[in-house]
């Protein structure tokens, strides 16, 4: 079993920036990728940033040029780097992790609101 748990988030203006972080715990020695997927209210879950183990990227069409991910594959953590956030961006951000037996494992989130 994998456990992933995200911490940051919060509130900010719109143009402003904002960190949020997970950590991987547990069996991970499968895991080949982790990633950020979000979610706003009445929305499908779309994906953010995904990070595999050798440091390849990918980013959904939204973020790319404001949203940086980056892993740390010695302290089994990813983070998000969001800058010149907009209002749209406001959802809950879901950690994943990623097996490369097919398991995925997500963590239960952590709200980012974007307001003035």
């Known amino acids: 079993q994998v456990q992933v748990r995200e911490s940051g988030g919060g509130l900010v203006q719109p143009g402003g920036s904002l960190r949020v972080s997970c950590v991987a715990s547990?069996?991970?020695?499968?895991?080949?990728?982790m990633g950020w997927y979000r979610q706003a209210p009445g929305k499908q879950r779309e994906l953010v940033a995904i990070?595999?183990?050798?440091?390849?990227?990918r980013y959904g069409n939204s973020v790319k040029g404001r949203f940086t991910i980056s892993r740390d594959n010695t302290k089994n953590t990813v983070a998000l780097q969001m800058n010149n956030l907009k209002p749209e961006d406001t959802a809950v951000y879901l950690c994943?992790?990623?097996?490369?037996?097919?398991?995925?494992?997500w963590g239960q989130g952590t709200q980012v609101t974007v307001s003035s």
């Open positions: 547990g069996n991970i020695s499968n895991l080949y990728a």
């Open positions: 990070s595999g183990r050798d440091d390849s990227t």
């Open positions: 994943s992790g990623f097996e490369e037996t097919g398991g995925i494992y």
